[in-house]
């Protein structure tokens, strides 16, 4: 788990939008707690980006308007290491200036303006064991999973 977050901060903060969707999709899939939602936050945030990036106007706004409803309820407090407010405000900014670029004129969002994602490993552990995260045990340890990401 630890690993497929960096692997996801890393790949979103370096335009793999694509990449970082697919690493955090295969955790939301597994995940049943309190969490599963802003996992999928954070996936559409990624998706909104692909969409940006390929300029396919009804799916950039729709994904980053949702993305930001689904992290909402975690803004206050953060969740599993993510920087949940920094990455919804910047995601709300996002939206508004795609928003300012419909219709038509998706091709001059500048990227360099994304939202970036910061994640903190350090607080897994005490997190994991806050929202009762899958992937890890009871004492807020990661366990050791495959988890596979299409290429």
């Known amino acids: 788990m630890p690993g497929n977050f960096q692997r996801a901060c890393d790949d979103y903060n370096a335009s793999r939008f694509f990449e970082a969707h697919e690493w955090l999709e295969e955790i939301w899939q597994q995940e049943r707690g309190p969490v599963r939602n802003l996992y999928k936050g954070l996936i559409h945030i990624a998706a909104g980006f692909v969409h940006i990036s390929r300029q396919t106007e009804y799916g950039s706004e729709r994904l980053l308007r949702t993305a930001v409803e689904y992290l909402a309820p975690y803004r206050p407090q953060g969740g599993m290491g993510w920087d949940i407010e920094t990455i919804a405000r910047d995601a709300e900014d996002a939206l508004a200036r795609v928003r300012q670029l419909l219709p038509g004129r998706l091709d001059e969002f500048d ?36 988890i596979t990401v299409a290429e």
């Open 111 to 146: 990227l360099a303006r994304r939202p970036f994602f910061t994640f903190d490993a350090l607080a897994l552990a005490s997190e994991s064991r806050r929202w009762n995260a899958w992937g890890f045990d009871a004492d807020g340890n990661a366990l050791e999973m495959e």
